[in-house]
């Protein structure tokens, strides 16, 4: 039974529509991360959290957000999709020691 | 700052032989490092960490990993590759307590390892 969970598994959209895409966790962990990583290539790290109000950029330039209001809960949303955005997502919670990894969003921007 | 260098982005191998899929770090404190695993279409799975304690980890499927601080060093080994381990394999760092980074996780490039019949 998954920890993690991302939805939806695969999104197809147009361009300029506004998308969020949601992870939660039932951990309790403070720290989670959102990562996008292309077909064969390696994970680039977006935004990441240390808990409740707190949200960071990661290495890689995004034009997405993130929130986190709840310890739960971290989604990312695109206010104008663009077929640049096409990609995959992986969100993952954890502490220093352990992480889990959700399944992925695999999003198609058209 | 932290990075991860996976040596080879693609290591073909027979069944039965030795997997060595090698991974070079850099982290100004402490680091944690993992090897996790991807099956096409699937979602990532952890082999195995180090966390400061036994240099040689032992993780799952019958892989194992040596820390070497003085290379900076974390291979992952299998004595014998079977079918089933034909995925993707990445070499990730945490840093430790201290650094700005600490708690992020970064990924190596991803090495892609093909067993042939």
């Known amino acids: 039974e998954a920890d993690i969970y991302q939805t939806p598994r695969y999104l197809v959209i147009g361009t300029g529509k506004k998308i969020t895409l949601e992870c939660s966790q039932t951990m309790g962990h403070d720290k989670m991360y959102w990562y996008q990583q292309d077909p064969g290539m390696e994970l680039h790290l977006i935004h990441y959290s240390y808990g409740v109000n707190s949200t960071e950029k990661g290495d890689l330039s995004s034009e997405s957000t993130v929130s986190r209001i709840r310890t739960e809960h971290f989604p990312l949303t695109l206010e104008s999709a663009r077929p640049s955005h096409t990609s995959q997502y992986l969100c993952a919670s954890g502490d220093r020691d352990s992480y889990t990894f959700g399944s992925g969003t695999r999003l198609t921007v058209v | 700052a932290q990075s991860v260098t996976q040596l080879d982005s693609h290591v073909s191998v027979s069944e039965g032989t030795p997997v060595l899929l090698r991974c070079n770090y850099s982290s100004s404190y402490s680091p944690s490092l993992f090897w996790y695993v991807q099956h096409p279409n699937k979602g990532l799975q952890l082999l195995l960490k180090y966390t400061s304690a036994a240099t040689l980890v032992k993780g799952i499927n019958g892989f194992e990993a040596e820390f070497k601080k003085s290379e900076t060093s974390f291979h992952l080994t299998k004595p014998s590759a079977h079918m089933s381990d034909a995925a993707e394999y990445f070499c990730?760092?945490?840093?430790?307590?201290?650094?700005?980074?600490?708690?992020?996780?970064?990924f190596g490039q991803g090495t892609i390892l093909t067993v042939h019949p």
């Open positions: 990730v760092v945490s840093e430790g307590g201290g650094g700005t980074s600490y708690g992020k996780l970064t």
